[in-house]
């Protein structure tokens, strides 16, 4: 699931060019039970089943760090969330990330304790396991190193975008037109146009229009 979405787009090219490194980790590769167990239920009883700790801290003694700075991230709905002062401050701050995706019910709360880790949300909701949240923030914090964009300028944070944005042709016509027919009358495609500030080639006031339509 994670490689996937790795393998791609920009994250590929920033893994290509050493910008980024990144090390998938199955955890079931690391169980001693001849069946790959890594769940169990829970002491004190409760529903469902909880990660086991073992195969968990097996995986992470085998990641190969690049330095010392390193932060671990427990994903979890009740966590601090996350945001993109969040991921600034991350990409400048350390030199390895680790996520621990959780499934199931939990994660032992001894993994917590023994790494040290953090637990942070995407939002307040919950999803079947962490991948995905942790792919979201990996996507959030590669986009701030230095070099991933190309020009650092392209993160959005950093310069005048809006939401509103348009493209060609000018004059868009939708839905299209009709002909008449026995049991029809025609119908007329309705025009939207691009807001004329944009195609008045006057820099001064488009830059005023985009900073008017930020939230």
């Not at 195969?55 to 993109?84: C, D, E, Q, Y």
């Not at 499934?103 to 023994?114: A, N, Q």
């Not at 944070?157 to 002909?179: G, M, Q």
Request: hydrophobic share 40%; charged share 30%.
């Amino acid at each position: 699931m994670i490689e996937s979405y790795l393998g791609e787009a920009m994250l590929k090219r920033a893994a290509e060019k050493k910008f980024v490194a990144f090390d998938v980790k199955n955890i079931r590769d690391y169980t001693l039970d001849k069946h790959k167990k890594v769940d169990e239920r829970p002491y004190g009883g409760g529903p469902g089943m909880i990660m086991t700790a073992e195969p968990i801290l097996r995986a992470h003694a085998k990641l190969k760090m690049k330095g010392k700075k390193t932060k671990v991230v427990m994903l979890s709905p009740s966590g601090k969330m996350f945001n993109n002062i969040m991921a600034a401050k991350w990409a400048k701050q350390y030199s390895d990330i680790v996520f621990i995706c959780g499934r199931y019910e939990g994660v032992d709360d001894r993994v917590r304790k023994i790494l040290k880790a953090d637990e942070i949300s995407i939002g307040d909701f919950v999803l079947t396991g962490g991948e995905l949240p942790a792919l979201v923030m990996t996507d959030a914090i590669c986009r701030q190193i230095p070099g991933v964009l190309g020009d650092h300028a392209s993160v959005e944070e950093s310069r005048n975008a809006s939401p509103r944005v348009f493209t060609r042709p000018e004059i868009l016509e939708f839905p299209k037109a009709t002909k008449a027919t026995k049991t029809k009358p025609a119908q007329k495609g309705m025009l939207h146009k691009v807001p004329s500030v944009l195609v008045s080639g006057d820099h001064k006031k488009i830059e005023e229009w985009r900073k008017s339509q930020q939230k």
